[in-house]
């Protein structure tokens, strides 16, 4: 038997083998669009996070050279001998300052307008009774605060006490211990004994942390529930020498909060938080 010749494609199969290829054209045309979209999106958002990280830096930046603006105004030859500060009482008025691009409010707060809780620590019997008058000030304004102030002033002398552990911290749910130092920031009080946070609500606004013991009390200033609680000694007798500086910043769109205690008798930043100050 004869083999049969091939017969040459025909129109039908030109036109199949043309769109098998038109096809596959437009995959890969869709494949490449999708790529491209997914390079330009990653990209985008490359170039948003960088943007974000630069106005974030700028801002801190900006924020930092307030601060140092701010300590030195507090330490330089103007703020020396008895000049009043150009303002009233314990604390600035908020002062708007508009910086690099950067919009930022600035207040400064005299803190020896506040009981130093690090004057429990010298067992100063001063400070520890007019400590405890305050707290019997805080529970006769607040009768639904059941504590015990000399109770509590022993648990808060123990807590910076290096020589005792209470265990009563151990049995605590989680169990911690105590710090037996001196407190590096006044809310440190809410984790001693006796200390509900009610309580703290109250007396967070009246008393502070600073790096020093025996620290004196601006009972003119003050408020008058300190006025009460200690002697009235009057103004202190030296300028203060810690502030604490809040700074609230805004730049594209981004807020950057910063609080930082100054000691403007040594001209150094005691500690600084990327955030607000508290009460």
């Given at each position: 038997?004869?083999?049969?010749a091939?017969?040459?494609?025909?129109?039908?199969?030109s036109?199949?083998?043309?769109?098998v290829?038109?096809?596959?054209?437009?995959?890969?045309?869709?494949?490449?669009?999708?790529?491209?979209?997914?390079?330009?999106?990653?990209?985008h958002?490359?170039?948003?996070?960088?943007?974000?990280?630069?106005?974030?830096?700028?801002?801190?930046?900006?924020?930092?050279?307030?601060?140092?603006y701010?300590?030195?105004?507090?330490?330089?030859?103007?703020?020396?001998?008895?000049?009043?500060?150009?303002?009233?009482?314990?604390?600035s008025?908020?002062?708007?300052?508009?910086l690099?691009?950067?919009?930022?409010?600035?207040?400064?707060?005299?803190?020896?307008?506040?009981?130093?809780?690090?004057?429990?620590?010298?067992?100063?019997?001063?400070?520890v009774?007019?400590?405890?008058?305050?707290?019997?000030?805080?529970?006769?304004?607040?009768?639904?605060?059941?504590?015990d102030p000399e109770?509590?002033?022993?648990?808060?002398?123990?807590?910076?006490?290096?020589?005792?552990?209470?265990?009563?911290?151990?049995?605590?749910?989680?169990?911690?211990?105590?710090?037996?130092?001196?407190?590096?920031?006044?809310?440190?009080?809410?984790l001693?004994?006796?200390v509900?946070?009610?309580?703290?609500?109250?007396?967070?606004?009246?008393?502070?942390a600073?790096?020093?013991?025996?620290?004196?009390l601006?009972?003119?200033?003050?408020?008058?529930?300190?006025?009460?609680?200690?002697?009235?000694?009057?103004?202190?007798q030296?300028?203060?020498?810690?502030?604490?500086?809040?700074?609230?910043?805004?730049?594209?769109?981004?807020?950057?909060l910063?609080?930082?205690?100054?000691?403007?008798?040594?001209?150094?930043?005691?500690?600084?938080?990327?955030?607000?100050?508290?009460?």
């Amino acid at each position: 038997m004869m083999p049969r010749a091939s017969r040459p494609p025909g129109p039908a199969s030109s036109r199949g083998q043309r769109g098998v290829a038109l096809i596959t054209a437009l995959l890969v045309v869709v494949l490449a669009t999708v790529a491209a979209v997914s390079m330009t999106s990653r990209q985008h958002l490359d170039i948003r996070r960088a943007g974000n990280v630069l106005n974030q830096d700028q801002a801190w930046l900006t924020v930092q050279a307030a601060e140092r603006y701010a300590l030195k105004l507090l330490t330089g030859p103007e703020a020396e001998g008895d000049r009043d500060l150009p303002w009233e009482g314990c604390l600035s008025p908020v002062l708007r300052v508009n910086l690099a691009d950067t919009e930022m409010d600035i207040w400064v707060e005299d803190m020896h307008c506040r009981f130093n809780l690090n004057n429990l620590s010298s067992g100063n019997e001063l400070a520890v009774n007019g400590f405890i008058r305050l707290l019997e000030n805080l529970r006769t304004e607040y009768p639904e605060l059941a504590f015990d102030p000399e109770q509590v002033v022993a648990a808060a002398r123990d807590w910076m006490n290096p020589e005792t552990d209470d265990p009563v911290y151990r049995l605590a749910d989680p169990p911690y211990l105590s710090a037996n130092r001196m407190m590096m920031v006044a809310g440190e009080m809410r984790l001693v004994h006796g200390v509900s946070a009610e309580l703290w609500e109250a007396l967070a606004p009246l008393v502070t942390a600073l790096p020093a013991a025996g620290t004196q009390l601006d009972t003119e200033n003050a408020a008058d529930m300190l006025r009460e609680a200690f002697p009235a000694t009057g103004a202190a007798q030296t300028r203060a020498t810690y502030y604490r500086l809040g700074v609230h910043a805004q730049l594209a769109g981004r807020r950057l909060l910063m609080c930082s205690l100054l000691d403007t008798a040594s001209g150094r930043v005691v500690w600084r938080l990327q955030g607000a100050c508290d009460a």
